[in-house]
């Protein structure tokens, strides 16, 4: 709370540290914070990689490599973060799936136990993991990252497979 950032993100994530109460910070912020975003560039991971340098924490929106759009596979935070992290030799602390204090604290802001609770996602590797080590159940929909396939390289299964989030209600109980 209070704190300074530097941002490298769209203006959402901006507007969502601005929210709880983080200014804008250029030149000495508590956090460099990385998100998804169309305007990366090297200028950009130079200035991250000088402030992290000087002693800001490097924190990350997710730890997704790739994500879906619809020309296909994209690059996704991770990928972005990881020049950063490989330069400076620190690692990034990700806030977003499969992050267990985020799973704690969104059935808390819903007023939801983990038996109550569902999650949704695309991906083997961060929402289908994220319910299982927060102990809630999980549906994998087969419409983004993962497919059929690629699933079957995880040691761990989704409670419930579907083709697409269409398909969520006629599950319903």
């Known amino acids: 709370p209070q704190g300074s950032a530097y941002v490298i993100g769209e203006a959402g994530l901006t507007n969502a540290l601005y929210d709880v109460g983080f200014s804008m910070n250029e030149v000495n912020p508590d956090y460099v914070v990385v998100g998804e975003t169309r ?7 130079e200035k991250a990689v000088q402030l992290i340098r000087k002693g800001a924490k490097l924190i990350g929106t997710n730890p997704d490599l790739t994500g879906p759009s619809e020309e296909g ?24 799936k ?48 993962t497919d059929k396939e690629v699933m079957q390289e995880f040691a761990y299964r989704p409670d419930v497979i579907l083709n697409g989030i269409g398909d969520v209600i006629g599950e319903r109980e």
Do not use: F, H, Q, W
């Open 73 to 96: 596979i994209v690059t996704a935070t991770k990928a972005l973060t990881s020049p950063i992290e490989l330069t400076t030799g620190k690692k990034a602390y990700y806030v977003g």
């Open 98 to 145: 499969p992050n267990p204090l985020m799973m704690r604290n969104a059935m808390k802001k819903l007023g939801t136990k983990s038996e109550d609770t569902v999650i949704i996602g695309d991906r083997m590797d961060t929402d289908i993991v994220a319910g299982i080590e927060s102990e809630i159940d999980t549906v994998l929909v087969l419409s983004g990252v």
């Open 39 to 45: 305007t990366y560039n090297y200028e950009k991971i």
